[in-house]
């Protein structure tokens, strides 16, 4: 079984920043992708940013050149820097993995969310 937990979520104002973090443990053999989700109060759950195993990697236009995704090569873990945030960043952000498990099993797991608030 393979579980995902973020943490970092928090209040911050307006043009600040803030770092979430997602670590991954179970039975996990190799991940194919991991992603950070948003949903705002009264949205649907929407694609943020994305990395591939082979290198490739997606950002959403309403946050590029704010928030970066990186991953840990040591640890299943990755970050969300955000920077500049904006009121309309204020969502739950989830972390989702698609991945392999020691059993060869093709996975699709979701975080529980953390919520992301910015105002001030």
């Known amino acids: 079984q393979v579980q995902l937990e973020e943490s970092g979520g928090g209040l911050v104002q307006p043009g600040g920043s803030l770092r979430l973090s997602c670590v991954a443990s179970g039975d996990i053999r190799e991940w194919n992708t991991m992603a950070w989700y948003r949903q705002a109060p009264a949205g649907g759950r929407e694609l943020v940013t994305e990395?591939?195993?082979?290198?490739?990697?997606y950002v959403a236009d309403s946050v590029k050149g704010r928030f970066t995704m990186s991953k840990d090569g040591t640890k299943n873990t990755v970050s969300l820097q955000m920077n500049s945030l904006k009121p309309e960043d204020t969502a739950v952000y989830y972390c989702?993995?698609?991945?392999?498990?020691?059993?060869?099993?093709?996975?699709?797991?979701w975080g529980q969310g953390t919520l992301v608030t910015v105002s001030g």
């Open positions: 990395i591939t195993s082979g290198g490739r990697s």
């Open positions: 989702k993995t698609n991945a392999v498990t020691t059993s060869f099993m093709y996975v699709e797991v």
